[in-house]
T-cell receptor, first 115, second 114 residues
Framework: AQKITQTQPGMFVQEKEAVTLDCTYD???????LFWYKQPSSGEMIFLIY????DQQNATEGRYSLNFQKARKSANLVISASQLGDSAMYFC?????WGGGKLIFGQGTELSVKP | SQTIHQWPATLVQPVGSPLSLECTVE??????LYWYRQAAGRGLQLLFY??????ISSEVPQNLSASRPQDRQFILSSKKLLLSDSGFYLC?????????????FGQGTRLTVV
């Protein structure tokens, strides 16, 4: 079964510090995509970063980086230099090879940034 | 540029009433379309997806149905709402045929069944 697991329901981080949000996945597909989204209290879904299963290097987008460990089936999001505006729900998602491009989401991690 | 419209933003409906949520995409052709539901404080559960007009795949058995009458229109419906249908409904689209393109989401509809 294809599944995304986020084991941290809530996380706190001090402003300007780095934080890692965990994500593990389960799939037997030969290729897949991994995504992270941010959901502020407004409810909108904001795409942050993408990692392909065959990408050799970890993805980076500004303050966001993805620590991809294929053998461990993990795709952790690292946010550097946290800002107050980073407080939100964060979702890890996987796109399997088949299934009309659907994204399978984890349960999310609520990040709170303290001043 | 591509945009996705979803309405209404909020909806309060009595138990047993019908439901129709509409989603339209502009600026792209033949998108993959999705309906997700999110319970409070929880992750997104995929309800339906569509890869073309009239082609609907259901992910979970439930009280809801979906239709795609036009290429860029996706409708979520129910004949009789249940209390358990309350939640935040999100429509999304993605470009077909690629693993690495993100899905773009609408602003969502907060449905409360009373």
């Amino acid at each position: 079964a294809q599944k995304i697991t986020q084991t941290q329901p809530g996380m706190f981080v001090q402003e300007k510090e780095a934080v890692t949000l965990d994500c593990t996945y389960d799939t037997s597909d030969p290729s897949y995509g991994l995504f992270w989204y941010k959901q502020p209290s407004s409810g909108e879904m904001i795409f942050l970063i993408y990692q392909g299963s065959y990408d050799q290097q970890n993805a980076t987008e500004g303050r966001y980086s993805l620590n991809f460990q294929k053998a461990r089936k993990s795709a952790n999001l690292v946010i550097s230099a946290s800002q107050l505006g980073d407080s939100a729900m964060y979702f890890c998602a996987m796109r399997p090879t088949w299934g009309g491009g659907k994204l399978i989401f984890g349960q999310g991690t609520e990040l709170s940034v303290k001043p | 540029s591509q945009t996705i419209h979803q309405w209404p933003a909020t909806l309060v409906q009595p138990v047993g009433s019908p439901l129709s949520l509409e989603c339209t995409v502009e600026g792209t052709s033949n998108p993959n379309l999705y309906w997700y539901r999110q319970a409070a404080g929880r992750g997104l559960q995929l309800l339906f997806y569509s890869v073309g007009i009239g082609q609907i795949s259901s992910e979970v058995p439930q009280n809801l149905s979906a239709s795609r009458p036009q290429d860029r229109q996706f409708i979520l419906s129910s004949k009789k709402l249940l209390l358990s249908d309350s939640g935040f409904y999100l429509c999304a689209w993605s470009a077909p045929g690629s693993l690495n393109t993100e899905a773009f989401f609408g602003q969502g509809t907060r449905l409360t069944v009373v």
